[in-house]
C-alpha cells in the first residue's frame, strides 16, 4: 500500500497495475479536493462513511451540486469537471482507470498550481543533506562525516532515515568524507532507495546547504522533506502536506534563524541570525510543499552566501506554518557529548576519535575504518565460521549480523573456563612450509622498540633505572630485554585461525559457540597466518589484568617517587581460569614462558596507548612479568 498526503487529507492506494487503481480517500471535514478534470482518467466513487457535497459537470457542460451520503455513489468520465467537499469527515472509495496522473487542475484552496499534475503521485522525497565539514566538532569529526557520528550505535542520518517508510527516495546531497555516507547507508540500510549526489565543493565560500540544496534540484521536482545530516529530533516527521518549518525555543536568537509565529501557528516574519530575532529557532528541517516555489526563492536570494535559510526570506509567500519538535543541536562537541550520555542505553555507544567506528543498527554490526577494509574482509573468509558472515563489503566499511549472546567478560566463569579449553585446541594447527619469522621479529621486536620509543619521549627516566615495585626490587628494563632470544620467536606456531586480539570483550558466547569480533587484519605483513603464541599471549594477558577494566581510572591506582613504584588493579583474574589456562597449554604443548614473555611485550606495547598512569602501570607490570621469568 501507497499513502499519499494531501493538503486536505490522504490517499491510500491499495493497488495500481496497467488495469486499473483502487484508492481509499480520507477527507477532512471542511476541506476540498481541487476543482478538476481529467483528459483520459475515467473513475467510480463509492462513499464509504461521512457527508459530502459533489460538483459534478452533466452532459450539457452544467456543474451540478448535490449532497451524498454514505452508500452512494458517483461516476466521473473524461472530460467533465468535478471537486467533492467534505461536510464531515469522508471516505471515499475510488476505483479508476490506470491513468494516475491525468489530473488537470482548475482551481485550488490550498495554492498548488493550477494545470496538470505532474508530480503529487511521484514517491515521495528525503533530501539529506551532509556535505559539511563539521568543523565544530574538532576531534570528533576528523575522521568521519558528522552525520555519521553515532548516538546510541547508530548514525545520526539513520535516525532521519527511519522516520520513513520505504515510499520515501532518499537524496543525500555529500561532500566531505563522502563514500563513508555512501558505505554506511549502503551497509545500514539496504533496502531503501539512495540517490547521492556529490556537490563538488564542500568548503569555503559559496558553501553552505543552499548550494547543496541546489545540486540536488533535478531530483527534487516534487514535494520533499530537507534535513541537515546532523538534525537529531524524537518526534515524528511532520505530514508532508504544507510548507512547514521545524522550530524550537531559543534565548539565543543571534546564533540562528528565527521566526514568528501568530496565535495560529503561522509564520508571520523570518529572520537570520539576529539578536533582536524571535524566540523560535530553525532546526534545519522543513517540508517543502510549494517546490518550485522554493527553488524561485532559493535562486533569487541565495546569492554568494550559499545558505538554505535564505529561500525563506520572504516567508509570507509560502503561507508556511511553525511545527514545535523535540530537537537536539548537537552541532558541538559538548552538545554531542551530552546527546551521546542522554541516548546511549547500551555501553558500546562511547564516542571515540580514533578512527575507527562501530554501530549496531536494524540488526547489524557496522565497522567504519579510515584505511581499507579488504585484509580485514580477507581475514574474516579464512577464519570462516568463527567469525559472523560478512553481509557488506565495501571499501572502508563492512557489516554482519549483529551476534546474539554476551562477551566472555559478561559471561558465567563455566564458559570463560570452556573457552579456554576449546580455543586451545581450536587455534592449534600444524601447518608446513609455512615461515612467519619475518613476521615474529617484525610484531614483537620492531613494533615493541618503536612504541618504547614513544614511552621514553615523555618518560626517559624509568626505564634507565632500577626500579621498586609494590616493595620489591627489579633491574632495569633493558636487562630483561637483553635476555630475550629473537630465535624463540621464529620458532612460533603459524595458524590461520589466528584472532590477532584474543582478549573476552572480543569473544561472543552463543547458544551454538563462540564467534569472534574485531579481529586484526595482518600479523607483521601476513593477511593468511598468525602466531598462536600471540592469541594466546594476548588470552593470558587478559585474564592477569581484565583489559575490560583499563577503560575506568577507578579500577587502577599508581603513584610513582622517582624509582619506587606503586600500583594496584582491579581484575587480576580468577584462580581457576590461571590454573585452567597454566593445564591447556601443559596438555597441547604450549611453552608458558613463551607465552608470559609475549604477554609482557603486549603490556610494553599498550603503554604508550594509555594515560592517566595506566601507561606507567602497564609498564612496571610488564617488568614483574619478565622478572618472574628471568629472575
Excluded at 543571534?254 to 537570520?272: C, G, R, W
Excluded at 558541538?332 to 571515540?352: C, L, S, V
Excluded at 598462536?532 to 589484568?545: E, P
Aim: aromatic residues 12%; proline residues 3%.
Amino acid at each position: 500500500m501507497k499513502t499519499i498526503y494531501k493538503p486536505w487529507g490522504k490517499e491510500e492506494w491499495l493497488e495500481l497495475n496497467d488495469k486499473y487503481c483502487y484508492k481509499r480517500i480520507y477527507i477532512n471535514s471542511g476541506h476540498k479536493t481541487s476543482y478538476q478534470y481529467h483528459d483520459f482518467k475515467r473513475e467510480t466513487n463509492y462513499l464509504i462513511s461521512g457527508q459530502a457535497e459533489i460538483w459534478l459537470e452533466n452532459d450539457e457542460g452544467v456543474v451540478e451540486k448535490f449532497i451524498m451520503n454514505a452508500g452512494e455513489y458517483f461516476n466521473v468520465t473524461p472530460p467533465k469537471k468535478h471537486r467533492v467537499i467534505a461536510i464531515t469527515d469522508i471516505i471515499l472509495q475510488e476505483v479508476s482507470t490506470p491513468e494516475v496522473d491525468d489530473v488537470i487542475r482548475i482551481d485550488d484552496d490550498t495554492n498548488r498550481k493550477d494545470g496538470r499534475l505532474e508530480h503529487e503521485h511521484l514517491k515521495p522525497a528525503l533530501c539529506i543533506v551532509a556535505a559539511g565539514k563539521g568543523t565544530r566538532m574538532g576531534e570528533y569529526a576528523k575522521h568521519i562525516n558528522k552525520g555519521l557520528l553515532p548516538i546510541d550505535n547508530k548514525a545520526i542520518i539513520s535516525d532521519i532515515i527511519n522516520k520513513t517508510t520505504n515510499d520515501y527516495e532518499i537524496i543525500i546531497a555529500t561532500g566531505y568524507k563522502s563514500e563513508q555516507v555512501i558505505e554506511y547507508c549502503k551497509a545500514a540500510h539496504p533496502d531503501r532507495s539512495f540517490t547521492f549526489v556529490d556537490v563538488g565543493k564542500y568548503e569555503g565560500e559559496e558553501t553552505g546547504m543552499g548550494y547543496s540544496l541546489l545540486k540536488c534540484k533535478e531530483h527534487l521536482q516534487r514535494p520533499f522533506y530537507c534535513i541537515t545530516g546532523d538534525c537529531l529530533i524524537k518526534d515524528k516527521l511532520p505530514l508532508l502536506d504544507s510548507n512547514w518549518l521545524g522550530l524550537h525555543p531559543t534565548s539565543i536568537p543571534e546564533i540562528y534563524s528565527t521566526a514568528k509565529l501568530d496565535k495560529d501557528m503561522k509564520i508571520t516574519n523570518f529572520i537570520n541570525k539576529d539578536k533582536n530575532g524571535y524566540n523560535q529557532a530553525f532546526i534545519g528541517l522543513c517540508g517543502i510543499f510549494d517546490f518550485e516555489l522554493f527553488w524561485n526563492e532559493l535562486e533569487s536570494n541565495m546569492g554568494k552566501s550559499g545558505e538554505m535559510v535564505s529561500a525563506f526570506y520572504n516567508i509570507e509567500k509560502y503561507n508556511a506554518v511553525g511545527k514545535i519538535l523535540n530537537w537536539y543541536d548537537i552541532g558541538t562537541i559538548e552538545n554531542y557529548i551530552k546527546a551521546q550520555k542522554t541516548f546511549t542505553t547500551q555501553k558500546y555507544g562511547i564516542p571515540k576519535t580514533n578512527g575507527q567506528f562501530l554501530y549496531k543498527i536494524n540488526g547489524k554490526c557496522i565497522k567504519m575504518f579510515q584505511d581499507s577494509v579488504e585484509e580485514k574482509c580477507h581475514r574474516a573468509d579464512n577464519l570462516g565460521d568463527l567469525t559472523p558472515e560478512l553481509k557488506y563489503r565495501g571499501n572502508n566499511a563492512f557489516s554482519y549480523d549483529w551476534v546474539k549472546g554476551s562477551t566472555l567478560y559478561e559471561s558465567k566463569l563455566e564458559d570463560q573456563l570452556n573457552f579456554i579449553d576449546w580455543i586451545g585446541s581450536e587455534i592449534h594447527s600444524n601447518i608446513e612450509d609455512v615461515d612467519i619469522s619475518k613476521d615474529c621479529k617484525k610484531f614483537y621486536i620492531e613494533k615493541t622498540q618503536s612504541r618504547l620509543k614513544t614511552y621514553l619521549e615523555y618518560a626517559p627516566a624509568i626505564m634507565e633505572c632500577a626500579l621498586t615495585i609494590n616493595g620489591k626490587e627489579y633491574k632495569p628494563l633493558d636487562y630483561y630485554l637483553d635476555q630475550i632470544d629473537e630465535k624463540d620467536f621464529s620458532s612460533s606456531l603459524p595458524t590461520i585461525k589466528w584472532h590477532g586480539d584474543m582478549q573476552f570483550d572480543n569473544i561472543i558466547k552463543t547458544s551454538e559457540g563462540f564467534k569472534f569480533i574485531d579481529w586484526r587484519d595482518t600479523f607483521g605483513d601476513s593477511i593468511d597466518h598468525g602466531d598462536a603464541y600471540y592469541d594466546l599471549s594476548k588470552l593470558y594477558g587478559g585474564i592477569c589484568m581484565n583489559y575490560s577494566y583499563m577503560k575506568d581510572e577507578k579500577n587502577y591506582t599508581y603513584t610513582r617517587n622517582f624509582n619506587r613504584i606503586e600500583y594496584s588493579f582491579k581484575g587480576r583474574g580468577n584462580q581457576l581460569l590461571h590454573q585452567r589456562f597454566y593445564d591447556m597449554t601443559q596438555k597441547h604443548g604450549y611453552s608458558y614462558d613463551k607465552i608470559k614473555i609475549i604477554t609482557a611485550l603486549i603490556y610494553l606495547n599498550m603503554s604508550p596507548l594509555h594515560e592517566k598512569g595506566l601507561d606507567h602501570l602497564l609498564f612496571a607490570h610488564a617488568i614483574t612479568v619478565l622478572s618472574d621469568i628471568y629472575d
